[in-house]
Every structure is written in structure tokens, then in C-alpha cells.
């Protein structure tokens, strides 16, 4: 079954740190390119950050840039998202899902919930 | 960037067909994906490319893309079919960019 796990959400405070990971299985990550989408509570589907099945090309939502790094180990079929500078506005659930070959995504991890409060 | 714009909601009778609409600057030229979000679920690929099922979605999900407006169309709605819909796109005109719209809520009468 293809499918993706994503865990390290939690609580933390204002202008703390979190890193996501996210395990991908029943495929070849190294061939795909992954992404992290959150959703605030209450609202829509924001996507956060990008990046290609080698590495090579990295993108990011204006909203993060500066403060989130996305990383991937492809032989430890892992995806993480880097999360420094909280802000209360990052409060939300994060999604991990796998790019398809037209920028749609698909699996879907059940996602890991990030809050920010102090 | 690149903006998309879909009704906060639709309703639509049982066995009837819902259209969701979703508006952006020459969408036409832009390949739609479709998701279907149940509440407190994860989002679920149900259209994508404008029009292609993914395994395991009924016939009854259909979708097109011209102009300004991309539509997902869902015959012969059943309750089942509640649920928050949203259109992305992959925005390359600035920067490289998913771009969600706003959803729209699919209610079931």
C-alpha cells in the first residue's frame, strides 16, 4: 500500500522550533517529489513547501520562507520539515503527500497537528 | 501570486448534479486537481489533470478546465458526497508555487 506517515507535531511556544518527519512506503521516494500542506484550524488547505525527488529544486510559500527547511533522506524514505520562528498563525495540522507527475498530490499522510501558544 | 476562487458553498438534492466552480487567470491553461476533505480527514485526490479519475473514484466525478473557470461536476450526488472540495493548481508564473482554493462545502439536502 503507498502510503505516508507523518509525525513530531506538538506543542510549542512563539519563536520556538519543530522538525516533521515524514515516512513514505509502498513506493520509490527517490523518484517522486514531496510536499508539506497545512490546514489552520477552521480554514483551507495552505501548501507550505516543496521539494524534488533529488533535492535539487526546493520551493517555499512566502509565508515560511526564511523560517522552514524542507529536507529528505531517500534511503531512509524520510521527508522532514524544518520549523523555526513560530508564530501563533502557524497553529495548524501538516499534512506530507506525494507529487505526481502533474503537481497534484497524492497519498496524503493523516497529518500531525503543530500548535503555537504560550 | 497566483489566486483561486471557488463558491464557500453549494447545495445540491440527492440524485442531482453538483458543479463546483473554480475561477483563476487563464486557468485554462493550467492542469486543476481536485481534492474531497471529510471533516477531520485528510484531503483525498479525486480529479486530476482537469479531468482523470484516480483509482477508485466513481465515473460520476467528471471535470473540465477552459477559459477562466475550471468545473468538478458530480452526478447523481448521494450524502456520501458531503464534504469540503478544493481545486490547486501548480502556479510557475512568478514562482513555483501549489496553489490551493479557498474550498467550497458540498451540502447534501
Known amino acids: 500500500e503507498v502510503q505516508v506517515v507523518e509525525s513530531g507535531g506538538g506543542l510549542v511556544k512563539p519563536g520556538g522550533s519543530l522538525r516533521l518527519s515524514c515516512v513514505a512506503s509502498?513506493?520509490?521516494?527517490?523518484?517522486?517529489?514531496m510536499s508539506w500542506v497545512r490546514q489552520a484550524p477552521g480554514k483551507g488547505l495552505e501548501w507550505v513547501s516543496c521539494?524534488?525527488?533529488?533535492?535539487?529544486?526546493?520551493y517555499y510559500a512566502d509565508s515560511v520562507k526564511g523560517r522552514f527547511t524542507i529536507s529528505r533522506d531517500n534511503a531512509k524514505n524520510s521527508v522532514y520539515l524544518q520549523m523555526n520562528s513560530l508564530r501563533a498563525e502557524d497553529t495548524a495540522v501538516f499534512y506530507c503527500?506525494?507529487?505526481?507527475?502533474?503537481?497534484?498530490?497524492?497519498?496524503w499522510g493523516q497529518g500531525t497537528r503543530v500548535t503555537v501558544s504560550s | 501570486s497566483y489566486v483561486l476562487t471557488q463558491p464557500p458553498s453549494v447545495s445540491v438534492a440527492p440524485g442531482q448534479t453538483a458543479i463546483i466552480t473554480c475561477g483563476g487567470n487563464?486557468?485554462?491553461?493550467?492542469?486543476v486537481h481536485w481534492y474531497q476533505q471529510e471533516p477531520g480527514q485528510a484531503p483525498l485526490l479525486v480529479l486530476y489533470?482537469?479531468?482523470d479519475r484516480p483509482s477508485g473514484i466513481p465515473e460520476r466525478f467528471s471535470g473540465s478546465n477552459s477559459g477562466n473557470t475550471a468545473t468538478l461536476t458530480i452526478s447523481r450526488v448521494e450524502a456520501g458526497d458531503e464534504s469540503d472540495y478544493y481545486c490547486?493548481?501548480?502556479?510557475?508564473?512568478?514562482?513555483?508555487?501549489?496553489?490551493f482554493g479557498g474550498g467550497t462545502k458540498l451540502t447534501v439536502l
Open positions: 503527500a506525494r507529487g505526481g507527475s502533474n503537481r497534484e498530490f497524492d497519498p
Open positions: 489533470a482537469d479531468r
Open positions: 487563464n486557468i485554462g491553461s493550467k492542469r
Open positions: 509502498g513506493f520509490t521516494l527517490s523518484s517522486y517529489s
Open positions: 521539494i524534488s525527488s533529488n533535492g535539487d529544486y526546493i
Open positions: 490547486q493548481v501548480w502556479d510557475t508564473s512568478s514562482d513555483h508555487a501549489g496553489v
